[in-house]
């Protein structure tokens, strides 16, 4: 079945480690987008691609940094963790033209201590 | 520029009621609109959307909007509401005439409580 994964679903990480939140799609969507979302409140886009080797920053400003080596994965690092990056990240793809709407995976709750 | 608003931060609705969240957007052409909720702890999932066509459109879970392009509006409604209804849902949208180079934009949110 055509789906987006992300993982890990949750993690907790000590302050100034590195880590990479991991976002797959089976559909073949050329567009990505990772979300920065506190818990009940608006989205806002920190990274999105519009193909391999395509990258672009978003409206919110962050420290975080992708990659789209392959179409079907856009990883988000963080080379070193702080609190201030305690938050929910979600992941989504859409088709290239534009009456489609995008597919959310179930997002990383990332806390940083 | 584009921009979408939900003008409510949440809506409060008892069950069996009929429930609307409301939507305004604003493009400089033709919009694709859309409607995703989400439940705690979790990613959004797609309602409805509205392309062209008929502008009452229908969605899952028992969801409908109605696109007003004279009020620019795209208010999401369910003649009876459920307890498991309850979530914070979003508005989205893109101009159609510049489908190629920009994301969808999101509202705020709106956190819909429906009560027993």
């Known amino acids: 079945e055509a789906d987006i994964y992300q993982t890990p679903r949750y993690l907790v990480i000590g302050t100034g480690k590195k880590i990479t939140l991991e976002c797959s799609q089976t559909?073949?969507?050329?567009?990505m987008y990772w979300y920065q979302q506190d818990p009940g409140m608006e989205l806002h886009l920190i990274h999105y691609?519009?193909?391999?080797?395509?990258?672009e920053k978003g409206d919110l400003s962050s420290e975080s940094t992708v990659s789209r080596i392959r179409t079907e994965h856009f990883p988000l690092t963080l080379e070193s963790a702080r609190p201030s990056h305690t938050s929910q990240y979600l992941c989504?793809?859409?088709?290239?033209?534009?009456?489609?709407?995008?597919?959310f995976g179930s997002g990383t709750r990332l806390t940083v201590v | 520029a584009q921009s979408v608003a939900q003008p409510e931060d949440q809506v409060n609705v008892a069950e069996g009621n009929p429930l609307t969240v409301k939507c305004t957007y604003s493009?400089?052409?033709?919009?694709?609109l859309f409607w995703y909720v989400q439940y705690p702890n979790r990613g959004l999932q797609f309602l409805l959307k509205y392309i062209t066509g008929d502008n009452l459109v229908k969605g899952s879970y028992g969801f409908e909007a109605e696109f007003n392009k004279s009020q620019t509006s795209f208010h999401l409604k369910k003649p009876s509401a459920l307890v498991s209804d309850s979530a914070l849902y979003f508005c989205?949208?893109?101009?159609?005439?510049?489908?190629?180079?920009?994301?969808?934009?999101f509202g705020k949110g709106t956190t819909l409580s429906v009560s027993s």
């Open positions: 989205a949208v893109r101009d159609r005439a510049n489908q190629a180079g920009t994301a969808l934009i």
């Open positions: 691609s519009y193909g391999v080797n395509s990258t």
């Open positions: 989504a793809s859409s088709e290239s033209q534009g009456n489609y709407g995008y597919t």
């Open positions: 493009v400089s052409g033709n919009p694709y």
């Open positions: 559909m073949g969507h050329d567009k």
